[in-house]
């Protein structure tokens, strides 16, 4: 009977997906607290819960985990992101106040401790690992512009925006809201505080790409 209730207990065993991202999700914790070159492979391995052998057995060395998890981290942030991206799809209601959220949301992440630490990693290797700045680049930046341009495409379509270059105007939207981050937390190195604490407030909207302020036009009669 005690067998039974101590197997009972006993924790499934994790699958190796599942243990790969317990050790991707660790070793980035570790190198944002402790930096690349103070990390040690055997710190990651306790963080995860796993064996130092284990976390060789899926990463080869120190540098492939490391690439690994800022690469990892990288695509969380643009999940995040792109999840923000969406509330655009389906407008309804005051369009500034929608965007104004999307802002405020999105400067939330960019705020926030992963955010702040995969930009620190990514400038601090810089000459350890040139080509990681790009991938991180193209995730996190990149991406969001191309599916927020999309939304905003779609916007100028249905009469919710002035006509605009969408491609452009999401990247001054981006740049209006990451660019006083960056310079504010030197590239993060500095804590930067929330928007709950200092609450973001919308730029002048530019003439070339604002809210219409009306309502999309009726949708063309049926031919007879």
Same mark, same amino acid.
């Given at each position: 009977? +005690?067998?039974?209730?101590?197997?009972?207990?006993?924790?499934?065993?994790?699958?190796?997906?599942?243990?790969?991202?317990?050790?991707?999700?660790?070793?980035?914790?570790?190198?944002?607290?402790?930096?690349?070159?103070?990390?040690?492979?055997?710190?990651?391995?306790?963080?995860?819960?796993?064996?130092?052998?284990?976390?060789?057995?899926?990463?080869?060395?120190?540098?492939?985990?490391?690439?690994?998890?800022?690469?990892?981290?990288?695509?969380?942030?643009?999940?995040?992101?792109?999840?923000?991206?969406?509330?655009?799809?389906?407008?309804?209601?005051?369009?500034?106040?929608?965007?104004?959220?999307?802002?405020?949301?999105?400067?939330?992440?960019?705020?926030?401790?992963?955010?702040?630490?995969?930009?620190?990693?990514?400038?601090?290797?810089?000459?350890?690992?040139?080509?990681?700045?790009?991938?991180?680049?193209?995730?996190?930046? +990149?991406?969001?512009?191309?599916?927020?341009?999309?939304?905003?495409?779609?916007?100028?379509?249905?009469?919710?925006?002035?006509?605009?270059?969408?491609?452009?105007?999401?990247?001054?939207?981006?740049?209006?809201? +990451?660019?006083?981050?960056?310079?504010?937390?030197?590239?993060?190195?500095?804590?930067?505080?929330?928007?709950?604490? +200092?609450?973001?407030?919308?730029?002048?909207?530019?003439?070339?790409?604002?809210?219409?302020?009306?309502?999309?036009?009726?949708?063309?009669?049926?031919?007879?």
């Amino acid at each position: 009977m +005690t067998d039974v209730v101590a197997s009972t207990r006993r924790p499934a065993p994790r699958g190796r997906i599942d243990k790969r991202k317990a050790i991707l999700d660790a070793a980035f914790a570790v190198f944002a607290r402790r930096g690349y070159d103070q990390a040690c492979v055997q710190e990651i391995a306790e963080e995860a819960g796993v064996a130092k052998p284990t976390v060789y057995n899926h990463l080869s060395d120190k540098e492939n985990l490391f690439r690994h998890a800022v690469e990892t981290a990288a695509e969380a942030v643009m999940a995040d992101n792109l999840a923000v991206v969406e509330l655009v799809r389906e407008p309804s209601g005051d369009l500034r106040a929608l965007l104004e959220d999307v802002a405020d949301r999105m400067l939330r992440i960019c705020c926030d401790e992963r955010s702040r630490a995969l930009r620190r990693l990514t400038y601090a290797q810089l000459v350890r690992f040139p080509d990681l700045i790009e991938v991180v680049h193209r995730r996190t930046s +990149t991406r969001v512009a191309e599916a927020l341009a999309d939304r905003l495409a779609r916007l100028c379509l249905s009469g919710h925006l002035r006509p605009c270059d969408p491609a452009q105007a999401a990247e001054q939207f981006l740049a209006l809201l +990451t660019a006083p981050v960056e310079a504010r937390s030197r590239l993060g190195g500095r804590e930067v505080p929330p928007p709950r604490s +200092t609450p973001w407030r919308a730029p002048p909207w530019t003439p070339s790409c604002a809210p219409t302020g009306r309502s999309p036009p009726p949708p063309d009669p049926p031919r007879q």
